[in-house]
């Protein structure tokens, strides 16, 4: 009977027992693998991957206000970290301020608390702009805070230019998956693409969008879904700004991609080998890319949230390593390990340390690093990288099928292919069809007290309402009015919103002031409720 | 309905699932607060539904005055409030006064989401029913649901 789990991916691909010359048959090397560092990418987007340079190791962190997330910066820096990646709390990356009604409870929770242009000042006090990498991890808000960052660096004297990271910025996977929107698709793609001119004209070192496959997968899609519903996204973008008059060439070099790594460990292998052949093809066959670095898929990974658990959170250590190691076998450019506590609640020092330790093993103690695509031309891998290509190709033809992905997000045809699939996983857990050490097997009793969990109090959202009130009070409010009124004059008129918004966040308007002020002319997203 | 296999030998579903004189449960399925993560929400509103409830899903961004009031609407029997953004402190007690003060005091709230154990004991003395943390088989929650409903209706009827 083939309906076992072990004849399945944990994203329900079909497994043989063994694999043989005859799965690979169709297999053309040079067309389909090349070498590393050649078209099509299947080995990965450089020659010596990581002999000549490891990944960046770059741990999300963000918490209570930016005076603390600021502290935790500087511990990982201390602690080679190579990168910094900001997590905001959600008041922030929903647009509201600190003090709104609807901030209330979830300030400094989920992430930093950032309202205005100090906020930011004080994330990155004592951290040289110029000289490190920051990735932030917004969407909604994203251009606001990019400006944000562009003016604190330039009042400690650093130019835009100079400046390099990555704005998340992918409002598609919000829709489809994460949720955090602020306006409808249509303006909110439009920011994007204006936000997209303005790097490239003015910060050649800024990544201007990474499309996250990690939420998709999180709010529990299956490999292929999260392979295929990404890279549509990405090439939706793709198709926006050369829509809107830009070459491909002068934007594709800056664009990545965020995935997630699983707890399968080829499929998640295959997933990031595929991912890279697809993007090569379409990005020079169907929009005529020339530059070699256009056809690149470069991309960050992070660990599973969803596959860490709550009962026997140490073990969540080892799930991490292993996930953390098909990331490096697909060849991934960055990476963030989870801290084992993270499934109860934001992690501790201890327990980042560990993560980040994680890594350096990998690095440095187990020789993984010293071959390039190590599982290259195994018939298993390379099987199920076509596998995985051809699943995906089909779910492009559906989604033009709807008119593209703003059309299929409208249908809801994304969001009930992941609740599906999230449902069939869980069922298979019910029936411990699959099992999960600690949850439906080897359980046992405990209590969480020997973890020392970081909690957040309420002094943070009192205190970080304070001050918004405090910039508030102390700016040149005639300075704001004007900025916000230029502001929406340049959203009705078309013209590029970046720097108006610049001009915003140096009169010290506050991000839910921002925010309000395009709502006025773009509108809010609502989504139809459904399960 | 097809009946899922997992839910076989639970004590008193399949009466339910073919007793036509009694209305199904009802129960709204809440999401509050700026928290997106729905979805620990949609998985429960399903495993609920294929138990045979009736379940109003409120989507997301709800307050806590809204989630009672829908809840109110809809005579629901019960409540299930899910946080994953650490905001639970303040939004489940918010609901908790709401519905001693509309009087619905009697509608089985309960939640579940990244909760530490502590922080579940709290609220659970605060007045919610039980809190649901990652890992908590479906089987359970619904064994719970239609435990604590069903002695809800022999209260209010």
Redesign the interface.
């Known amino acids: 009977m083939a309906d076992r789990a072990v004849d399945r991916t944990i994203s329900d691909l079909p497994l043989k027992t063994v694999y043989e010359p005859s799965d690979v048959a169709d297999l053309d090397v040079k067309r389909d693998l090349g070498e590393p560092g050649e078209f099509p990418y299947t080995r990965g987007i450089h020659p010596h991957m990581y002999r000549d340079r490891l990944w960046t190791m770059r741990q999300f962190a963000g918490f209570g206000n930016a005076r603390q997330t600021n502290e935790r910066y500087h511990f990982l820096l201390a602690q080679g970290q190579m990168g910094l990646s900001v997590a905001f709390d959600m008041p922030t990356l929903m647009g509201y301020d600190s003090d709104a009604p609807q901030a209330l409870g979830e300030v400094g929770k989920c992430g930093v608390a950032i309202d205005s242009v100090k906020d930011m000042e004080t994330l990155f006090a004592g951290i040289d702009m110029g000289a490190i990498t920051t990735s932030m991890t917004i969407n909604g808000p994203a251009a606001i805070a990019l400006a944000q960052y562009i003016v604190a660096a330039e009042n400690s004297g650093i130019p835009r230019a100079e400046l390099g990271g990555t704005l998340q910025a992918d409002i598609f996977k919000e829709y489809i998956a994460q949720k955090e929107w602020i306006f409808p698709p249509r303006p909110h793609v439009r920011i994007i693409v204006d936000m997209m001119k303005f790097c490239t004209a003015e910060m050649p070192k800024w990544n201007t969008i990474s499309i996250s496959g990690y939420h998709i997968r999180e709010a529990g899609s299956t490999a292929v879904q999260e392979l295929a519903f990404t890279l549509a996204d990405g090439f939706a973008y793709v198709e926006a700004a050369m829509a809107a008059g830009m070459d491909i060439d002068t934007f594709a070099p800056r664009l990545s991609f965020f995935f997630n790594a699983h707890i399968d460990f080829f499929e998640e292998i295959c997933k990031f080998r595929a991912a890279r052949r697809i993007y090569a093809h379409r990005m020079r066959d169907q929009y005529g890319a020339r530059d070699p670095r256009s056809w690149q898929l470069r991309f960050h990974t992070q660990t599973a949230g969803a596959s860490a658990t709550a009962q026997q959170p140490e073990n969540n250590i080892v799930r991490v390593a292993y996930e953390a190691l098909s990331a490096v076998l697909g060849g991934t450019q960055s990476l963030h390990t989870n801290s084992m506590d993270e499934v109860l609640a934001l992690p501790t020092e201890k327990s980042v340390e560990i993560a980040l330790r994680t890594q350096q093993v990998l690095a440095y103690e187990t020789n993984v690093t010293n071959v390039v695509d190590p599982l290259g031309g195994a018939y298993f891998i390379e099987a199920l990288t076509s596998e995985m290509e051809r699943q995906a190709l089909e779910y492009f033809r559906q989604i033009e099928a709807f008119g593209g992905v703003i059309e299929a997000i409208e249908a809801g045809f994304f969001q009930r292919e992941i609740a599906d699939a999230s449902y069939r996983y869980q069922r298979s857990l019910e029936t411990k069809e699959r099992i999960v050490v600690g949850v439906n097997a080897f359980e046992r009793d405990e209590t969480q007290d020997d973890l020392n969990l970081l909690k957040i109090g309420r002094d943070v959202e009192l205190g970080q309402a304070r001050d918004v009130q405090a910039v508030r009070a102390t700016r040149d409010a005639a300075a704001v009015e004007d900025a916000l009124a230029g502001l929406k004059r340049v959203c009705r008129s078309g013209e590029n919103v970046m720097p108006a918004l610049i001009d915003a966040c140096r009169a010290f308007a506050t991000e839910g002031e921002i925010v309000d002020a395009m709502a006025e002319v773009f509108g809010r997203y609502v989504e139809r409720a459904s399960f | 309905m097809r009946w899922?296999?997992?839910l076989d030998g639970m004590s008193n579903a399949r009466h339910f699932e073919g007793d036509g004189l009694r209305r199904p449960f009802r129960i709204v399925?809440a999401k509050a607060?700026?928290?997106?993560?729905?979805?620990g929400?949609?998985?429960i509103?399903?495993?609920l539904r294929d138990a045979g409830m009736e379940?109003i899903?409120?989507?997301?961004?709800q307050t806590p005055e809204q989630i009672v009031r829908t809840a109110i609407q809809e005579d629901a029997d019960g409540i299930g409030l899910s946080i994953l953004?650490?905001?639970h402190?303040?939004?489940f007690p918010l609901v908790v006064q709401q519905l001693e003060a509309q009087g619905a005091g009697d509608i089985v709230f309960f939640g579940g989401g990244?909760i530490?154990?502590?922080d579940a004991a709290e609220l659970k003395r605060l007045g919610v029913r039980e809190i649901f943390?990652?890992?908590a088989?479906?089987?359970d929650i619904v064994a719970f649901v239609q435990r604590e409903a069903g002695k809800r209706r022999e209260r209010v009827g």
């Open positions: 899922p296999k997992y399925v607060g700026l928290d997106g993560h729905d979805r929400a949609k998985v509103a399903r495993a379940v899903y409120t989507g997301l961004f953004s650490g905001a402190m303040t939004l990244t530490p154990a502590d943390t990652p890992g088989p479906l089987a």
